[in-house]
């Protein structure tokens, strides 16, 4: 079993940067690709970024591409997703999920995702 603890998020203005992370525990996080969905009020859990095992292969939404970073540390055990130039839009509550492979046809997929964590809350600002 593998657990997820999400930790960064908070209340910030339109514009500014801000850094979710997700500490794994429970499996090898080497072996585990990683992702990042958002869940805003009245509205469906939707895709935002996935990095592979290796962290070689990274995928966007296009809502966050160019504005955001997902990124993983082995050694801690942790992804992170880096959001620059944030918007009202933003807003939501961040999920971290894992899976054992990340396949790109279900990349964006909720249900492909095995292991989530609790969520943490985003608000932006305007």
């Known amino acids: 079993q593998v657990q997820l603890v999400e930790s960064g998020g908070g209340l910030v203005q339109a514009g500014d940067s801000l850094r979710v992370s997700c500490e794994a525990s429970?499996?090898?996080?080497?072996?585990?690709?990683l992702g990042w969905f958002r869940q805003a009020p009245g509205k469906e859990r939707e895709f935002v970024a996935a990095?592979?095992?290796?962290?070689?292969?990274?995928y966007y939404t296009d809502s966050v591409k160019g504005r955001s970073t997902i990124s993983r540390d082995d050694a801690k055990s942790t992804v992170y997703l880096q959001m620059d130039r944030l918007k009202p839009e933003d807003t939501a509550i961040y999920y971290c999920a894992a899976r054992a492979v990340l396949f790109p046809e279900t990349k964006d997929q909720p249900g492909a995702y095995k292991y989530w964590g609790k969520g943490i809350q985003v608000t932006v600002s305007s």
């Open positions: 990095i592979s095992n290796t962290g070689l292969t990274r």
């Open positions: 429970g499996r090898t996080f080497s072996s585990l690709a």
